[in-house]
């Protein structure tokens, strides 16, 4: 019933392996000038599971899914995760989401699948729901999980050979 669990935690546990495979020097460089260099997109999902980590919780003890958005470039900018160690930051998202995994398997099923004609998806969610529908916890879970995957896919995408940036 709830396999896309496990297939998120399989999906953070096979990136994990991956993302330690790249070099420190590697991960601080972006194909293009102005895009984020893989530091800074795992900082980015390691700023998107901390405000996602309040979101599933908070879900749970209200009606609706309104929840405030976030300067996500500021965020990246003011933490310089450029200048952190790649390691760490691996080891922060690893952690993180795998706790994140462990709050959606706990989540009851009304609480999951529960409508909310009340929500923010239409601005904060990755694949955004139009405001005139209902949209399910169990939606922004997911949505998270989809994003997460679009920004594993750009790391991937930007350090395999022949991208030298």
Known sequence: MRDWIDEFR?????????LRQIPESRSEQSIDGDAWCAKEIIGHLIDSAANNHARFVLAQTKADLIFPGYEQDRWVEI???????WAQLVDLWRAYNL?????????PDGQLGQLRPAHALETIAFKTVDE?????LEYLMKDYI?????HLKQ???QVSPGNDG
């Open 10 to 18: 399989r999906t953070v546990m096979d990136a994990t392996d991956r």
């Open 146 to 150: 989809d994003h997460l995957k679009h």
């Open 79 to 85: 933490q310089d995760y450029r200048g952190a160690s």
């Open 132 to 136: 005139a529908e209902p949209a399910t």
């Open 99 to 107: 706790h994140l995994a462990h709050v959606m398997s706990r989540a």
């Open 155 to 157: 790391i991937f995408d």
